[in-house]
């Protein structure tokens, strides 16, 4: 089991990771998973604010999950990760890493010194000096990054690496199954969701909106004033029915569809941004994912405001299960573990 790779997905509530083996080969195979509540406060938008109590929250799901392997890929992909266009001289991609904090400090919220930086290039030009790049800067807050780093370490797991949550959701659902043209994969985890555009498995365009399926539970909590677990339930029951047939039903519907609408409206204004600012790359469809994609009428709703068909995306297509896995349990909630599991891939990237 030495060489298993275990995915974490870090939420606000929860804590969920999937353990795969043979992440290298054409079809790996999901041999465990599992899911933890987080005690309140303990982590906010995927950031761990108490190393302490998430790595006893760790402890805890490797006991539940039974996992073999301690070595881990963390995922970041909240308010405290930067995705921008940037084009730099063409050079070896370790001189442009060497030479990004000389080069964007102005595009960056914190001094250089306290962000980690990547640069994830697409495309090649000719600039007025000569060859260009063209790409992606990736930055972090290094705090964000650290704090999820040492939550890992306090647990007695060793990381591998920290990937951005939106790659980790491309390379899962576009580049394993090969999807060509010009495709957006929209991930809707609790509180953010990812919109990756995506040419021929490259990324073109990242955005994350600090908005999820959570702030759908936590209006409908506050318009019945119930507690979230009754909230969600309600949600996932009516989702965007039209049909009413109680004032608790009127209540849930209005505030389901308030808040639904705010996040439509962002993805619509989101994808319709890259269609006018690459006008040579048309967009064939939406690929929806994430926990909060399986809302009922979501993707139909989603479908209407871009006029773009919208299909829900299938983590375990191009992956084997183990026949010890509840594959009908694993089965029943494949979106919840989309990250997760296209972060334990990521260590073969």
């Not at 083996?21 to 950031?47: I, M, Y």
């Not at 963390?74 to 930067?82: D, E, F, H, I, T």
């Not at 677990?229 to 209540?251: C, I, N």
């Amino acid at each position: 089991m030495g060489k298993n790779i275990v995915g974490i997905d870090i939420g606000s509530r929860s804590v969920r990771a999937v353990e795969v083996a043979d992440a290298d080969k054409a079809k790996p195979t999901v041999v465990r998973f599992a899911e933890v509540e987080l005690p309140e406060g303990a982590a906010s938008r995927g950031e761990v604010l108490e190393p302490q109590t998430v790595a006893g929250s760790l402890k805890q799901l490797w006991s539940v999950g039974g996992f073999k392997s301690k070595r881990v890929v963390l995922g970041m992909g909240n308010q405290r990760v930067l995705a921008r266009d940037l084009t730099v001289a063409k050079m070896s991609p370790q001189r442009i890493k060497e030479a990004l904090p000389f080069q964007v400090q102005d595009m960056l919220p914190v001094p250089v010194a306290d962000a980690l930086l990547d640069f994830y290039p697409y495309s090649e030009g000719a600039g007025d000096n000569g060859p260009v790049v063209n790409g992606l800067l990736i930055a972090a807050v290094k705090d964000a990054v650290l704090g999820n780093v040492r939550a890992s370490k306090l647990a007695g797991l060793t990381t591998l690496g920290v990937d951005l949550i939106p790659f980790a959701t491309v390379r899962l659902l576009v580049n394993r199954p090969r999807v060509v043209g010009t495709v957006a994969v929209v991930e809707i985890g609790h509180n953010t969701t990812s919109v990756v555009m995506v040419t021929d498995g490259v990324p073109q365009f990242v955005r994350i909106i600090p908005s999820g399926g959570d702030d759908i539970t936590q209006a409908v909590a506050a318009a019945l004033e119930t507690g979230p677990a009754a909230a969600e339930q309600l949600k996932h029951a009516r989702g965007l029915s039209t049909v009413v047939t109680t004032p608790q039903e009127q209540a849930a519907s209005s505030a389901i569809f308030e808040s639904t609408n705010d996040l439509l409206g962002s993805l619509r204004n989101t994808v319709q941004y890259f269609v006018n600012t690459r006008p040579a790359n048309p967009v064939a469809g939406i690929l929806l994912a994430g926990g909060g994609s399986a809302m009922p009428g979501f993707s139909d709703a989603l479908s209407e405001v871009t006029r773009l068909p919208v299909a829900l995306g299938d983590p375990l297509a191009t992956v084997a299960v183990a026949k010890t896995v509840d594959e009908a349990a694993l089965r029943a909630r494949p979106s919840d573990l989309t990250v997760a599991l296209g972060l334990a891939l990521g260590s073969a990237a």
